[in-house]
């Protein structure tokens, strides 16, 4: 039997991120992103996410989307959805309608004001094709992000969905979550 291809996406670990932004500043300083450009983004989730009192973070980028609407919405055929699950942007091909924008659902696409094009994670296939790992990855203290092939994982031991986040169902979002785990009681009752 023929061994499927990878299919890659992003794990994000919340017990390991401690909303530091180190993988939105080494990203955003690595490709020499405009100030008001962030390919990835670390925000603080709801303390009561895990049913107790606990500060959890969560870094996301594109979730190269099964069915992104981005690539649907372009009409000059921008984005491209390689066999490997990466949705890629040709920013040689953008004319800078920001239709893409008002599609993405995670609000993932930005315009560059100075380019006049857009600009999104391409999960730095680049990279991962010469055997490295992307920026994100490898600058992460906590290891907190890693790229998963969907298709040797294990999906009970990741959630697609993360309150207050958009519905990973909309557009077949392939980012996978580890939630955090309940934090241990301060005091303990002698």
């Given at each position: 039997?023929?061994?499927?291809?990878?299919?890659l996406?992003?794990?994000?670990?919340?017990?390991?991120?401690?909303?530091?932004?180190?993988?939105?500043?080494?990203?955003?300083?690595?490709y020499?992103?405009?100030?008001?450009?962030?390919?990835?983004?670390?925000?603080e989730t709801?303390?009561?996410?895990?049913?107790t009192?606990?500060?959890?973070?969560?870094?996301?980028?594109?979730?190269?989307?099964?069915?992104?609407?981005?690539?649907k919405?372009?009409?000059t055929?921008?984005?491209?959805?390689?066999e490997?699950g990466?949705v890629?942007?040709?920013?040689?091909r953008?004319?800078?309608?920001?239709?893409?924008?008002?599609?993405?659902?995670?609000?993932?696409?930005?315009?560059?004001?100075?380019?006049?094009?857009?600009?999104?994670?391409?999960?730095c296939?680049?990279?991962?094709?010469?055997?490295?790992?992307?920026?994100?990855?490898?600058?992460?203290?906590?290891?907190?992000i890693?790229?998963?092939?969907?298709?040797?994982?294990?999906?009970?031991?990741?959630?697609?969905?993360?309150?207050?986040?958009?519905?990973?169902?909309?557009?077949?979002?392939?980012?996978h979550?580890?939630?955090p785990?309940?934090?241990?009681?301060?005091?303990?009752?002698?």
């Amino acid at each position: 039997m023929a061994k499927k291809k990878e299919r890659l996406g992003f794990a994000i670990n919340m017990d390991r991120c401690v909303g530091c932004n180190a993988c939105t500043i080494s990203c955003k300083s690595f490709y020499q992103l405009e100030p008001s450009i962030n390919r990835r983004f670390v925000r603080e989730t709801d303390e009561m996410l895990t049913g107790t009192a606990k500060r959890c973070y969560i870094s996301t980028a594109c979730n190269h989307c099964d069915e992104p609407a981005c690539a649907k919405a372009c009409p000059t055929g921008a984005y491209t959805k390689l066999e490997n699950g990466i949705v890629k942007h040709n920013q040689d091909r953008c004319i800078g309608c920001q239709m893409c924008a008002t599609a993405c659902p995670y609000g993932v696409p930005q315009f560059d004001t100075v380019k006049k094009k857009m600009d999104k994670c391409s999960m730095c296939y680049d990279r991962l094709e010469q055997g490295e790992d992307t920026i994100c990855v490898s600058s992460c203290p906590m290891e907190a992000i890693s790229i998963i092939d969907l298709n040797s994982i294990n999906e009970s031991d990741y959630v697609k969905d993360v309150s207050g986040f958009v519905n990973s169902k909309i557009t077949g979002s392939s980012t996978h979550f580890t939630l955090p785990k309940a934090s241990h009681s301060v005091r303990r009752d002698q």
